[in-house]
């Protein structure tokens, strides 16, 4: 058979029967060959995946001795997360979702790879959701046939959002994922010691590193000169939705999101007259929190009843370490404290910025969310750099209706100050935008020009680009 024709095959088979975990035993084949794995809708909800096409898998994989081994013996098993790329995949986004630790794959003997494990717990839930959420569909590999080939065939067809390599996709967000839990198990390694006896290994941690860090949040606090008695810090808890049926907050929710989410407090719970001053953590790993932002409360709207509402705004302190500073969360039993309580919580780790490679100007093209993002996050720092050098005409679309503003960044400002001016204010000044929901704006760079050209030149470009997109008839140019 011709690779063509064995690869058509493959996916046939891979599009066919598909197994639960308790069928699987049976039916899956001791033999080499190709299998992938099915999500329900809610699989890809709690991954916050979204399919590119109906009936796409999330994972293909190949077994090169036996389907039945692979799969039912390391991929469904418990304990095997560390010989498992799906697991791992998995376990790195749903860590938030399943509560997991990462722990190095071997305890005794940390090998500081890029693997790692998860507690006995974690691994546990972590299969009990692969039991409810997945199935699994396979092929068998015919004699005398190369399964490399067969495989990069179809991975290059199917692209399932798990795999990392031959998807021609980057998959910076799995990546970072998987390599932060990869950090953790190996920081994990250095905060326990195996103590045995009678028989037993246990992990417990060293008490020589649960003395108190020697720089806390209240170190950090200090830096902005806000009175301790005026701060409130709050950690919340990722929460898809709430038994009151209130929508919840999630690993990639927005800033805005997050912003609204903390704006709205219920009647009972929250502090009776909070102050002026909230620090936002977000949850880590165990009873870790990373800091989002420092807002100032400006203010309780009049009760309605059901909610109680603040208006909060973002202030700068602190800015600096916003994403990055992690502390640890002393009061498991509470989701916020009073600015004098959390000022003893330690200070874990101060994460380095992680760049966001710049994608090309033929690439780019960003919602407003990420658009905020990139004028002030310190991970697209190339963005900004690139952005800065160079004028040119710009494309904003309305995604709710699809209508276009063709605009320009002339001799007078960079792409990144225009850029900087939409993300403060949702329109820039322009007529045309300000009636209309900015977060439902999506930007890209039409043509690159050199910051030397002439300004008749720039606007005869960006002329050409108003009459070519008919902008100012169906679109958003009033000129």
Request: one cysteine or more; hydrophobic letters at 35%; proline letters at 5%.
């Amino acid at each position: 058979m011709d690779l063509e024709s064995v690869v058509a095959q493959a996916l046939i088979d891979l599009a066919g029967v598909r197994s639960t975990r308790h069928d699987a035993d049976h039916r899956v084949p001791k033999a080499p060959g190709l299998y992938a794995f099915y999500g329900d809708d809610q699989a890809w909800s709690d991954l916050g995946l979204s399919p590119s096409f109906d009936d796409q898998p999330l994972y293909v994989g190949k077994a090169e001795k036996s389907l039945n081994g692979r799969d039912i013996g390391t991929h469904f098993s418990t304990g095997k997360t560390g010989s498992s790329t799906v697991r791992r995949s998995l376990a790195a986004l749903l860590v938030a979702e399943l509560d997991l630790v990462a722990v190095p794959r071997n305890v005794a003997n940390p090998d500081g790879s890029a693997n790692f494990s998860l507690d006995s717990a974690g691994d546990e839930r972590l299969s009990e959701w692969m039991d409810k959420r997945l199935v699994l569909a396979t092929w068998a590999k015919p004699e005398g046939i190369v399964l490399n080939g067969v495989e990069t065939a179809v991975l290059e067809r199917l692209r399932p959002p798990l795999n990392l390599d031959k998807v021609g996709e980057p998959r910076e967000r799995l990546r970072r994922a998987r390599a932060a839990l990869a950090t953790a198990s190996r920081s994990r390694s250095t905060d326990t010691v195996t103590i045995s006896g009678g028989g037993t290994s246990v992990e417990t941690p060293d008490p020589t590193l649960l003395k108190a860090s020697t720089f806390t949040l209240g170190d950090a606090l200090a830096r902005t000169g806000i009175p301790l008695n005026e701060i409130i810090a709050i950690r919340h808890a990722y929460v898809k939705v709430h038994e009151d049926g209130d929508s919840g907050i999630h690993a990639d929710s927005t800033d805005d999101e997050i912003l609204n989410y903390t704006s709205t407090q219920s009647l009972t719970g929250f502090a009776k007259e909070p102050p002026r001053y909230w620090v936002i953590l977000l949850p880590g790993q165990g009873a870790r929190a990373r800091l989002w932002r420092i807002m100032e409360n400006l203010g309780e709207a009049p009760p309605n009843g059901q909610r109680r509402t603040f208006a909060l705004n973002p202030v700068e302190q602190l800015s600096d370490l916003t994403g990055r500073c992690v502390i640890q969360w002393g009061s498991p039993r509470a989701w916020w404290v009073h600015g004098t309580t959390a000022a003893k919580y330690p200070i874990l780790d101060i994460a380095d910025v992680e760049p966001e490679p710049f994608p090309g100007f033929d690439h780019l093209v960003i919602d407003h969310d990420r658009l905020q993002a990139v004028v002030r996050d310190p991970v697209y720092a190339a963005w900004r750099t690139a952005l800065s050098s160079v004028i040119g005409i710009y494309l904003i679309t309305d995604t709710s209706d699809g209508r276009h503003y063709v605009g320009k960044a002339d001799g007078h400002e960079t792409l990144l100050q225009r850029w900087t001016a939409y993300a403060t204010n949702g329109h820039g000044g322009n007529v045309g935008l300000k009636q209309r929901d900015a977060t439902k704006f999506r930007y890209s760079v039409l043509r690159v020009l050199d910051p030397s050209s002439a300004e008749a030149d720039i606007n005869a470009v960006e002329k050409h680009y108003k009459d070519a997109l008919d902008s100012r008839r169906h679109g958003l140019n009033e000129n």
